[in-house]
T-cell receptor, first 110, second 114 residues
Framework: GQNIDQPTEMTATEGAIVQINCTYQTSGFNGLFWYQQHAGEAPTFLSYNVLDGLEEKGRFSSFLSRSKGYSYLLLKELQMKDSASYLCAVRSNYGQNFVFGPGTRLSVLP | GAGVSQSPSNKVTEKGKDVELRCDPISGHTALYWYRQSLGQGLEFLIYFQGNSAPDKSGLPSDRFSAERTGGSVSTLTIQRTQQEDSAVYLC????????????FGPGTRLLVL
């Protein structure tokens, strides 16, 4: 079966660092994606990992371990505008099916 | 440039009626996806189109749901005999090609079935 797990909610303080974890069990693997979704808006692409290791993009970094079925999104120097849901998605080898996790709702407090 | 557009932005219908949702992908994008997102939930994959290939319909929840893509561009998702559990936000996304990692999402259509 296909299963992706993320924490439901997280809270952090402005200026801090937060790590959002994602574990997955899918039939095949062809890339892991992180999206940001503000309330009432469409998801926007943040990062993509297909090989093990860390991908850094400004304040955001994403890590992947394929052997462990594990990824995390690291957000540094948190800002109030980072309050949003963060969606982990895996593209399996079966067609181009993207399987999305339930999302982690992050609240950044002053 | 223009992004993915969807219409209508909101749709209220009565149980049992049919609805059509439209998606205009980014020009030149050959891959098009439909997803459904219920309140507070993650995205549920519905269907995927890639160029002229047969669509991947593995995510469609029942035979009341169907989608087509005319001329490799605009797509229409049709829900027949709507049920209250069909109420959700229907999101469309497009990407350049099968290997392109970035999907661009439209603003979605909020469907409410009374």
């Amino acid at each position: 079966g296909q299963n992706i797990d993320q924490p439901t909610e997280m809270t952090a303080t402005e200026g801090a660092i937060v790590q959002i974890n994602c574990t997955y069990q899918t039939s095949g693997f062809n890339g892991l994606f992180w999206y940001q979704q503000h309330a009432g808006e469409a998801p926007t692409f943040l990062s993509y990992n297909v090989l093990d290791g860390l991908e850094e993009k400004g304040r955001f970094s994403s890590f992947l371990s394929r052997s462990k079925g594990y990824s995390y999104l690291l957000l540094k120097e948190l800002q109030m505008k980072d309050s949003a849901s963060y969606l982990c998605a895996v593209r399996s080898n079966y067609g181009q099916n993207f399987v999305f996790g339930p999302g982690t709702r992050l609240s950044v407090l002053p | 440039g223009a992004g993915v557009s969807q219409s209508p932005s909101n749709k209220v219908t009565e149980k049992g009626k049919d609805v059509e949702l439209r998606c205009d992908p980014i020009s030149g994008h050959t891959a098009l996806y439909w997803y459904r997102q219920s309140l507070g939930q993650g995205l549920e994959f519905l269907i995927y189109f890639q160029g002229n290939s047969a669509p991947d319909k593995s995510g469609l929840p029942s035979d009341r749901f169907s989608a087509e893509r005319t001329g490799g561009s605009v797509s229409t998702l049709t829900i027949q005999r709507t049920q209250q559990e069909d109420s959700a936000v229907y999101l469309c996304a497009s990407s350049l090609s099968r290997g392109q990692e970035t999907q661009y999402f439209g603003p979605g259509t909020r469907l409410l079935v009374l």
